[in-house]
Nanobody, 116 residues
Framework: QVQLVESGGGLVQPGGSLRLSCVASGIIVSSYTMGWYRQGPGNPRELVADITSAGNTNYLGSVKGRFTISRDNAKNTVYLQMNGLKPEDTAIYFC??????????WGQGTQVTVSS
């Protein structure tokens, strides 16, 4: 059974940083393209960043240069380093595989709030 557990969110001031973690069980994250998604209030879920099995990365335009996705194969964990946070980054952040026709069961996500 696949389980994805996100953590690392919190309340941060504009310009601050957070590092999100996604620990996976039941799958090997390095075998798939894995992504970080977010869903803000009243908005649909959107793909923010992804990392392929080869380690190539892609980013949503609005986060490019500020966010970095990475992976630790030994820990079977995917990270999202977020710098220069803005109020519009406020959302619940989730991880899951990307660009497949189906998703694994969604985790509970981790809340990121950017506010002064």
């Amino acid at each position: 059974q696949v389980q994805l557990v996100e953590s690392g969110g919190g309340l941060v001031q504009p310009g601050g940083s957070l590092r999100l973690s996604c620990v996976a069980s039941g799958i090997i994250v390095s075998s798939y393209t894995m992504g970080w998604y977010r869903q803000g209030p009243g908005n649909p879920r959107e793909l923010v960043a992804d990392i392929t099995s080869a380690g190539n990365t892609n980013y949503l335009g609005s986060v490019k240069g500020r966010f970095t996705i990475s992976r630790d194969n030994a820990k079977n964990t995917v990270y999202l380093q977020m710098n220069g946070l803005k109020p519009e980054d406020t959302a619940i952040y989730f991880c899951n595989r990307a660009y497949y026709t189906t998703y694994y069961p969604w985790g509970q996500g981790t809340q990121v709030t950017v506010s002064s």
